[in-house]
């Protein structure tokens, strides 16, 4: 345990000073490789349309982003921020879609009582997660992909800071689509 608590601090300190993007192995294990198809999944989601697939995405760009826990602090900052931001993501043809391993009823809570208008996909099992090395002792971690519109997997952020993240992306965005 000690040892898993030194290696995530001496990973947060790496992020710090090296910035979000960091080597296909993080704390949460093996990253997807960038520039191949993003790993697909299907998940329950808060929107009541049953589920939700990656695939059903092809033709925009995906922010996929995981989190921890609905209703903490960053969590609710970082949604607030993608919220906020959504028209200028749905101007571009992006989606957002959040992940972590709430249940769908907690996820719907969260979105109501923050009036989130994007979906939010249960990942109960963790496997997604795991699949995109977002997953540590049970929880997803604070880790966004960029999908192009076919799918491809174009860029990591791992380790973000929920108050600047939306607007990170979107420069991200502004720059690759320039």
Same mark, same amino acid.
């Given at each position: 345990?000690?040892?898993?608590?030194?290696?995530?601090?001496?990973?947060?300190?790496?992020?710090?000073?090296?910035?979000?993007?960091?080597?296909?192995?993080?704390?949460?294990?093996?990253?997807?490789?960038?520039?191949?198809?993003?790993?697909?999944?299907?998940?329950? &989601?808060?929107?009541?349309?049953?589920?939700?697939?990656?695939?059903?995405?092809?033709?925009?760009?995906?922010?996929?982003?995981?989190?921890?826990?609905?209703?903490?602090?960053?969590?609710?900052?970082?949604?607030?921020?993608?919220?906020?931001?959504?028209?200028?993501?749905?101007?571009?043809? &992006?989606?957002?879609?959040?992940?972590?391993?709430?249940?769908?009823?907690?996820?719907?809570?969260?979105?109501?009582?923050?009036?989130?208008?994007?979906?939010?996909?249960?990942? &109960?099992?963790?496997?997604?997660?795991?699949?995109?090395?977002?997953?540590?002792?049970?929880?997803?971690?604070?880790?966004?992909?960029?999908?192009?519109?076919?799918?491809?997997?174009?860029?990591?952020?791992?380790?973000?800071?929920?108050?600047?993240?939306?607007?990170?992306?979107?420069?991200?965005?502004?720059?690759?689509?320039?």
């Amino acid at each position: 345990m000690l040892r898993r608590q030194i290696l995530a601090i001496f990973l947060a300190i790496a992020v710090i000073l090296f910035g979000t993007q960091t080597p296909a192995l993080a704390l949460g294990g093996p990253q997807p490789p960038l520039n191949e198809p993003a790993p697909n999944f299907t998940l329950p &989601t808060n929107t009541g349309d049953g589920e939700i697939s990656l695939s059903d995405y092809r033709g925009q760009w995906v922010v996929l982003y995981f989190y921890p826990k609905d209703f903490t602090p960053g969590c609710t900052l970082e949604a607030r921020r993608f919220q906020q931001d959504l028209p200028k993501y749905e101007a571009i043809n &992006t989606q957002i879609l959040g992940v972590s391993v709430d249940d769908v009823d907690s996820h719907r809570e969260f979105c109501d009582a923050e009036g989130l208008k994007f979906p939010l996909l249960a990942d &109960t099992t963790g496997e997604v997660s795991k699949t995109y090395g977002s997953l540590l002792t049970g929880i997803s971690l604070r880790h966004t992909y960029l999908i192009n519109p076919d799918g491809i997997l174009k860029e990591r952020f791992l380790g973000v800071r929920p108050a600047i993240h939306s607007q990170e992306i979107l420069a991200y965005l502004d720059e690759v689509k320039s």
